[in-house]
DNA sequence: AAACGAGGTTCCT
DNA sequence: AGGAACCTCGTTT
């Protein structure tokens, strides 16, 4: 599974983004080649749920994740241990676009595909991939992933999975609950996943109501 | 309502 | 290899 680059074009009109993903997969243990001769710009930014760590290379976004004041550092050690042999350069301007970009949805048009550069292993990417295909505004659960990518019994490694994704926000990492339907976790705090699900409701109705947020 | 075990994958030793 | 950790789930106390 080294080296294996491969093209996804996902489209779809119910989708939030149309995504063209380059993923190059490595094995867990490859640690020669993870990032190795890549630069990777970063920033962090405003974002509607708070402070926004934001990197990317020449080939696309690599990372999106969230850091409050004061854990800057932590979110960044977090991001950059996936690619722990690439070059790490501080650049608001190079960042800035993306974040613009993605927390806009008038931005979020399928004629101009958003570039998204991954790591991971064969799992996690199927698992990522059947995030993207989550309508916005709504959620499934881990159970159901699960058997979406043919391992039913693997809600639990979805979870873990899931989890891993390293480009939030863009993959849909909020929209996989527990079968309850309950917001069982999320690595950016529970109180940021309502956050959003609440923003999508509200976008999907004209952004006028959030009924779906009542109570 | 809480405790428990099975469960797939990944990471660390 | 072995064990623990995970954004789980269904069943049992």
Not at 63 to 72: I, M, Q, T, V, Y
Not at 119 to 130: C, K, M, N, S
Request: charged letters at 20%; glycine letters at 12%.
């Amino acid at each position: 599974m080294l080296e294996t680059a491969y093209e996804t074009g996902l489209s779809g009109p119910s989708r939030l983004h149309d995504l063209f993903v380059t993923h190059e997969g490595m094995s867990p243990g490859d640690y020669k080649t993870r990032g190795a001769g890549l630069t990777i710009r970063y920033g962090f930014l405003i974002s509607p749920f708070g402070q926004a760590l934001v990197m990317v290379t020449d080939r696309g976004l690599a990372g999106l994740a969230f850091a409050d004041p004061g854990k800057e550092r932590e979110a960044l050690a977090d991001m950059s241990s996936r690619w722990p042999n690439a070059t790490y350069v501080e650049d608001l301007a190079a960042t800035a676009p993306y974040a613009a970009r993605i927390f806009n949805p008038a931005e979020w048009r399928a004629d101009k595909p958003l570039k998204v550069v991954t790591i991971g292993t064969d799992f996690q990417l199927r698992v990522w991939e059947a995030l993207l295909k989550i309508p916005m505004g709504k959620c499934v659960a881990y159970s159901d992933i699960a058997a979406d990518i043919g391992s039913p019994k693997a809600s639990r490694a979805v979870g873990a999975a899931v989890g891993a994704n390293p480009v939030s926000f863009v993959v849909p990492c909020h929209r996989a609950v527990g079968k309850s339907g309950a917001l069982t976790g999320y690595h950016w705090g529970l109180t940021r996943k309502r956050a959003i699900l609440g923003w999508e409701a509200g976008q999907l109705s004209g952004g006028a109501v959030d009924q779906a947020e009542a109570g």
